[in-house]
């Protein structure tokens, strides 16, 4: 029986991606050879990577406005160095709301000043800050839109005149926004597109080129740009599962679709929590996640009946990061509002014993 899987990441995938990716790791194509047999080279995949990248911008609104795609190596870990690389000059600000903001603020003080614009820490995380000034003259303001282990998401991104960089790999594609407001959006694919492996990087063309030092061929985004993202031998599987994914997104309806979907998943769940005696919310209401719904129990006594009861229902992945415990429900694009409802169900049970 396929599970109900709420992990954090990797991701539930679409099963019509499984089907599809699965069957060309045995013959990509009718070419008699695997997807990960073949060149990258060839034909076949340099289509596949067009198409990715092309896909990618279309969902976002983005194509034709000077915009360009990759997927590259390294996940989003790779980015917080690769973003302070190539636009750190002086002075950057970041928005710190969790961990994963934290670890790219380390990353970037290795090439300049860094000025935390704003901060959750104070209450471990659990609310996104507001009211926050971004001062003239950074090189760039950066933020996380989705916090995975705190459940916290942005709601309402900040009006400024320095270029914005956003972290968007647990919410890449889940949601209408402006994208054009973002001068470079990265996320890695394990949440919302494929598996880990790659990490998709939009970038405005014309902010690049803007830093006096020498950046390593590797992390340089013009040197990718200039090689259409194969610049050395790309994460062939990830970026064709990845192409499927968008593809069936596409067909969904694009990002209005799906986000009405998250939508009805993430008031399904968020009533339940709300409702019911025996568990209580962690992050502020006004900042929850659509993604990642975090929670606890009012009372620990009741987790090795709890656990049993979700583990028997077919439930997979919703213990919490090990750095909050409790409870996390991930909502993915993939994830059915069916499986919602059996978590529902388990919660509705676990107050009746209760």
Not at 13 to 24: K, Y
Not at 219 to 248: C, G, R
Not at 266 to 295: C, H, Q, W
């Amino acid at each position: 029986m396929k599970k109900h899987n709420f992990s954090a990441g990797p991701c539930i995938l679409p099963q019509e991606v499984l089907l599809r990716s699965s069957e060309a790791i045995m013959d990509f194509n009718g070419s008699g050879l695997s997807l990960i047999e073949i060149s990258h080279r060839s034909k076949d995949f340099v289509d596949v990577m067009e198409k990715a990248r092309s896909l990618a911008l279309e969902l976002l609104g983005l194509e034709g406005k000077g915009y360009s795609a990759l997927f590259l190596h390294g996940g989003a870990s790779m980015e917080f160095l690769m973003v302070a690389y190539n636009f750190l000059e002086t002075k950057a600000g970041y928005l710190n709301t969790g961990t994963w903001s934290e670890k790219a603020i380390k990353e970037a003080k290795m090439f300049g000043d860094v000025v935390e614009v704003g901060s959750s820490k104070d209450e471990n995380f659990n609310y996104i800050p507001k009211g926050y000034s971004v001062a003239e003259g950074l090189d760039y303001l950066h933020l996380t839109s989705n916090n995975t282990i705190f459940g916290t998401q942005i709601k309402k991104f900040p009006k400024t005149n320095v270029p914005l960089i956003c972290d968007m790999s647990s919410d890449i594609f889940s949601r209408q926004l402006d994208f054009s407001q973002f001068d470079l959006i990265y996320a890695g694919a394990q949440k919302n597109m494929g598996p880990a492996g790659a990490t998709l990087v939009v970038v405005k063309d014309d902010v690049l080129g803007k830093v006096s030092r020498k950046i390593p061929s590797m992390l340089d985004y013009q040197v990718h740009i200039s090689k259409d993202s194969m610049f050395n031998t790309p994460p062939v599987f990830a970026v064709y599962t990845s192409m499927l994914t968008l593809e069936w997104l596409k067909n969904l309806g694009g990002i209005a679709a799906i986000e009405e979907i998250n939508e009805k998943k993430a008031r399904l769940l968020y009533s339940e929590i709300d409702l019911n005696p025996v568990f209580t919310g962690f992050a502020n209401k006004e900042d929850r996640s659509s993604m990642n719904a975090t929670f606890n129990l009012a009372d620990e006594k009741l987790k090795d009946t709890f656990d049993a009861l979700w583990k028997d229902a077919g439930i997979n992945g919703l213990n919490g990061h090990r750095s909050v415990g409790g409870y996390r429900a991930s909502m993915y694009n993939a994830l059915s509002l069916e499986s919602v409802g059996v978590l529902v169900d388990v919660m509705s049970e676990m107050e009746r014993k209760g």
